[in-house]
Nanobody
């Protein structure tokens, strides 16, 4: 099993920045891809970004390209999501995710989920 613990959420005004962190513990050697998803009230959970282990290939949703950056520190088993230029439509609960594979992760092929952290962007 792998446990994921998010931190760094909060409230910010439009145009501001936040950095989310996700610390993984447990059988982390089984994880190939980590990423972030988000869920706004009344909506489905949507893909935000992923990063693979090893070569650190990144992949972003079109809605966040150029504003969000995903990175990872393998020594700390931690993944980060730097969010700049935040917009009110970015308001959501952000979930850290981990997968044992690399295929279909952005489509929700996830093995482990964190509990989520709230991000609120006011206009």
């Amino acid at each position: 099993q792998v446990q994921l613990l998010e931190s760094g959420g909060g409230a910010v005004q439009a145009g501001g920045s936040l950095r989310l962190s996700c610390a993984a513990s447990g059988r982390t050697f089984t994880v190939a891809t980590m990423g972030w998803f988000r869920q706004a009230p009344g909506k489905q959970r949507d893909f935000v970004a992923t990063i693979t282990n090893g070569d650190r290939t990144t992949y972003y949703a079109d809605s966040v390209k150029g504003r969000f950056t995903i990175s990872r520190d393998n020594a700390k088993n931690t993944v980060y999501l730097q969010m700049n230029g935040l917009k009110p439509e970015d308001t959501a609960i952000y979930y850290c995710a981990a997968a044992r594979g690399r295929v279909g992760v952005s489509r929700g092929n996830i093995d482990y989920w964190g509990q989520g952290t709230q991000v609120t962007v006011s206009s």
